[in-house]
């Protein structure tokens, strides 16, 4: 099947600043994209997304940008607190089918 | 969104037996699908579960030793068989089409460990 990777496995930022996860899919046929949190012992939870009409959606303290000509999404956390510590997934879906496809996932660790 | 009950949470299991996992959901939804996620790694689709025939398997899982029920629109299970230290993941409920959502919402999961 399609793979949808990412580019950094751990991200270190400082309490404060902005985040920036990437991920690169492989499958020109997706149209729908979702960012996922997963915390430690939870499953993962819905944090934004975007269809493939758009390159840019914005929700509370978080963006999500969409490149199509590169195949590439990313997420953007502002002023990061030690709440959004957690593994990062992105996830795309083709509009023929229901199944998610997961990337690999990226830690993200917040220091005071 | 939708309220996802797995059951257990975490279990211990001995080689070459096997568990059922169960997961109710607090409403009707239209999909039900069930994913494993091995330590440190993402999350893999097992399969679809579809009320009231055969589950639809992802390549390089099967029936035998992962059937899958799904008698009504808001519960399902998972049985891992034949466990093997290898079968020691997360396994995880999701459901997609509550209240009307095309967003994939997942249970807690659960915690696998074989011996």
């Known amino acids: 099947g399609e793979n949808v990777g990412l580019h950094l496995p751990t991200l270190s930022v400082q309490e404060g600043d902005n985040s920036i996860i990437n991920c690169a899919y492989s499958n020109s046929a997706s149209d729908y994209f979702i960012w996922y949190k997963q915390e430690s012992g939870k499953g993962p939870q819905f944090i934004i997304d975007?269809?493939?009409?758009?390159d840019k959606r914005q929700g509370q303290r978080v963006t999500v940008l969409l490149n199509k000509t590169v195949k590439h999404l990313s997420l953007q956390i502002a002023a990061t607190q030690p709440g959004d510590s957690a593994v990062y997934f992105c996830?795309?879906?083709?509009?023929?089918?229901?199944?998610?496809?997961f990337g690999t996932g990226t830690r993200l660790q917040v220091f005071p | 969104s939708a309220v996802i009950s797995q059951k257990p949470s975490r279990d211990i299991c001995q080689r070459g037996t096997s568990l059922t996992i169960q997961c109710q959901v607090d409403s009707q939804v239209t999909m039900m699908f069930w994913y494993r996620q091995q330590p440190g790694q993402s999350l893999t689709l097992i399969a679809t579960a579809n009320q009231g025939s055969e589950a639809t398997y992802e390549s390089g899982f099967v029936i035998d030793k992962f059937p899958i029920s799904r008698p009504n629109l808001t519960f399902s299970t998972l049985t891992v068989s034949n466990m093997s230290p290898e079968d020691s993941s997360i396994y995880l409920c999701s459901v997609m089409g509550y209240s009307g959502a095309n967003v994939l919402t997942f249970g807690a999961g659960s915690r696998l460990t074989v011996l």
């Open positions: 996830a795309e879906k083709g509009s023929n089918t229901d199944k998610l496809i």
């Open positions: 975007i269809r493939s009409n758009m």
